[in-house]
């Protein structure tokens, strides 16, 4: 007798992984599509940012554009001092509105709200324009950067009077990371002393976030002045005086740029004070190193309006140094700096994403590189020069003709 058995399978392994395939499909599908649409958002996120940033650039050439009309035909002995042009175009100079270059008539005209950025007519690609540009001729102070040794001359023009210079050096971008010490969340750790004890050390013995040792030299005339005599004193007054300022860890002194340091009893090491821990919410000081300078009349002026005034700033010891001038008037006052250095703040845009930029230009020929030495002889001229690094090893030399 045979016996017919059937066999029921109902299939929900089978189902399960036909279920679970797709969906794993599905997900690695869709993950990879949102990973193409992110990266094409961020690439186009990246594109508008760049184009906005050139926009804002744009503004500020258009700014420099204004400025430099306005000091080539305006003052001094322009060709078109006085005249409405000018009356104007030193009005939007100084409106501090964000039509600035409209009103100018540099770019767009006076009714528009933004200035469009093509490259070519009809190029709307990415919608380029700048939105706001304003512009400030007269500054509180005079910034730059400087490497080691490097000089640069700041020009101390103002409509006011001053007698006072402040300059402050070494900010939290010129720290150098040391991997031979700890980080701390306290702030950033100078390494300065309390005197100037010692002189000069050997350029390997200065600590790396030591700030920089800063040669400031003042160059300063009257409307009449003999060339012959520029570096003599009459009394306290004088035409060039020079300091070096070394950074220590205590406040110091005012210091007298009227007292003659050309005599070898003389001390040209002046202290100046910093701080010693260097935060980011540091009260009052965005530098760490700070010496005010009371600078001397000018020999034979008694209107300190006519005052022709430079300083010559050098740091030395340190690679980068980030430095700060300002001037007071006798009460303390702050003096501003006249058309120096003037500060451009331009917005641009691309599409619907914004950038902004803030710059400085210089007007005066002050971004020339300055000459770092110079000999002036009416007759021959011999020099015999040794390289070491051991003073013992100096010998005078000789020379013959």
């Not at 797709?22 to 599509?33: G, K, M, Q, R």
């Not at 509180?140 to 007698?163: A, Q, R």
């Not at 760490?288 to 740091?315: M, Q, S």
Request: proline residues 4%.
């Amino acid at each position: 007798m045979s016996v017919d058995y059937k066999r029921n399978e109902s299939g929900a392994v089978s189902l399960f992984l036909v279920i679970f395939s797709a969906l794993f499909i599905t997900t690695v599908a869709v993950s990879f599509v949102r990973i193409m649409i992110l990266n094409q958002a961020q690439a186009t996120t990246s594109d508008l940012s760049k184009s906005a940033l050139d926009s804002a650039n744009a503004g500020v050439e258009d700014a420099k554009r204004a400025i430099v009309i306005y000091r080539n035909h305006c003052v001094g002995e322009g060709d078109a001092v006085g005249t409405s042009e000018c009356n104007e175009l030193l009005a939007a100079l100084n409106s501090q509105k964000c039509d600035t270059i409209q009103k100018a008539g540099i770019a767009g005209s006076p009714d528009d709200k933004e200035v469009m950025v093509k490259q070519s007519e009809g190029d709307t690609v990415l919608n380029q324009a700048y939105t706001c540009v304003k512009v400030q001729l007269d500054t509180d102070d005079f910034v730059g950067e400087l490497s080691e040794n490097t000089s640069h001359v700041v020009p101390l023009k103002s409509d006011i009077p001053f007698d006072t210079v402040t300059l402050e050096w070494f900010s939290q971008s010129d720290f150098q990371e040391d991997s031979s010490k700890p980080k701390s969340d306290k702030g950033i750790s100078i390494d300065v002393g309390n005197d100037v004890s010692g002189g000069l050390p050997k350029l390997a013995n200065w600590p790396l976030n030591k700030p920089a040792l800063m040669r400031v030299q003042l160059i300063q005339y009257g409307n009449e002045f003999n060339l012959s005599s520029f570096n003599n004193n009459d009394g306290q007054d004088s035409n060039n005086s020079s300091v070096f300022l070394y950074p220590i860890g205590v406040e110091t002194a005012t210091i007298d740029m009227g007292l003659s340091r050309r005599d070898k009893s003389s001390d040209l090491l002046q202290p100046a004070g910093c701080v010693k821990t260097f935060t980011s919410i540091s009260a009052d000081r965005q530098y760490a190193c700070k010496a005010v300078l009371k600078i001397p009349k000018p020999i034979g002026v008694t209107n300190l309006e006519d005052r022709h005034a430079y300083l010559r700033v050098t740091p030395m010891y340190n690679q980068k140094t980030s430095f700060r001038v300002s001037m007071q008037s006798e009460t303390n006052s702050p003096v501003h700096f006249s058309a120096v250095q003037p500060a451009i703040d331009s917005t641009g845009r691309a599409n619907d994403l914004f950038r902004r930029v803030r710059s400085r230009v210089e007007l005066d020929g002050s971004s020339i590189p300055a000459a770092e030495s110079a000999v002036d002889i009416s007759g021959s001229l011999c020099k015999t020069f040794l390289i070491t690094d051991n003073p013992d090893d100096y010998v005078a030399g000789t020379c013959s003709y």
